[in-house]
């Protein structure tokens, strides 16, 4: 081996031994199909004044609109752009020549979180079924490292998660859809477990959002995971409604549940200053009418586009990224593993880390 083969070797060694010592837990959590365009440049007018797909534009406009993107953009989702802008980093702005894309040639919802779960797209994965996944996800392959068994969990208001993660074969606990939280219960798990039966949800696959992270909340409170994966659903249902509306609203709550999180992260002895937050959504969407859905024909062209975001020790403060080397959804679960100090070794052709 040549001296400098060997230098770049032990850089890359020394930084991730450098995030071991730093980092201890992940949460890795997805906003299904939020646009980048909302992220980073706030409420789109075009959408807010187009009465066949907002209600209630004149409050919204009070809420959520300023003419700059920036204030707007602060009022949507105030927890990315003060915490995390300011202490971690944030990729996908188009405008400012940062670009994010899926690899995967479906563009929806189960190929997109395989990509995240396991680093690769796989052109077999060609629709939204609930069939068990034979491919390894990055949570399934942290479950079984010395020091993770047993400290890996899943949540999602999607019902097809536990074949997505193939709960059966990983024993990766998931909860999701409408199920109800198991095992020696706290308090408030019994009663979310009787609100969330006695609530109605619009769709039938998909839960409220305010379940499956208090949910998630409690059962992190009681079993400390190490490794935690996160879904909020509403901002995808919503938009096939074409309820922008609620889409807004619904991202708006989704960026409050992760500042909460944060915050009580932040609060724990065994978490504070240990724990990375991974953010990023499974596909985008389409451009003005089209926002309603996403794919890969020419009919959805800009749902490709997604973004990420980056939180805590581990991570260096970039803020909001111009410019630079496209990054990819493949590179999310060997992210995730480097933040934790370990090398993925799922497959040969996945996504390299982001922080390599």
Request: aromatic share 12%; net charge negative.
């Amino acid at each position: 081996m040549n001296r400098f083969v060997l230098l770049v070797a032990c850089l890359v060694v020394s930084a991730s031994t450098a995030r071991a010592q730093q980092v201890e837990n992940v949460f890795l959590i997805t906003l299904d199909g939020l646009r980048w365009e909302e992220l980073f440049t706030g409420v789109d007018e075009w959408l807010l004044e187009n009465e066949e797909y907002t209600s209630g534009s004149e409050s919204l406009r009070e809420r959520f609109w300023r003419d700059a993107p920036e204030e707007r953009r602060a009022l949507l989702m105030p927890f990315f752009w003060s915490t995390i802008v300011e202490n971690g980093a944030i990729y996908g702005n188009r405008e400012k020549g940062s670009l994010v894309n899926v690899t995967n040639n479906r563009v929806f919802s189960y190929p997109g979180y395989n990509e995240i779960l396991t680093g690769f797209a796989d052109p077999a994965i060609d629709s939204n079924a609930k069939k068990q996944n034979e491919n390894t996800t990055v949570l399934e392959w942290v479950n079984n490292q010395p020091g993770f068994e047993g400290r890996v969990a899943a949540f999602g208001s999607w019902d097809v998660f536990p074949y997505i993660i193939n709960e059966e074969r990983s024993g990766v606990p998931v909860n999701a859809g409408f199920e109800l939280a198991m095992g020696d219960l706290s308090e408030k798990e019994k009663w979310l477990n009787q609100i969330q039966a006695q609530t109605p949800s619009p769709w039938g696959t998909v839960r409220l959002d305010v379940f499956t992270h208090h949910f998630a909340l409690e059962y992190i409170k009681r079993e400390r995971p190490r490794l935690v994966y996160i879904s909020y659903g509403e901002t995808d249902d919503f938009a096939h409604d074409a309820e922008y509306h609620h889409y807004l609203d619904s991202a708006h709550r989704t960026d409050q549940f992760i500042a909460d999180l944060w915050t009580w992260v932040q609060s724990q002895e065994d978490y504070a200053d240990k724990t990375a937050f991974v953010i990023t959504t499974d596909h985008g969407r389409g451009y003005h009418d089209a926002w309603i859905g996403h794919g890969s024909t020419d009919d959805w062209a800009g749902s490709e586009n997604i973004w990420i975001a980056l939180l805590g020790p581990g991570i260096e403060a970039t803020g909001e990224n111009e410019g630079g080397e496209p990054l990819y959804q493949n590179q999310v679960a060997a992210t995730v593993a480097s933040l934790l100090g370990l090398s993925y070794e799922n497959r040969t052709a996945i996504g390299e880390s982001i922080l390599e």
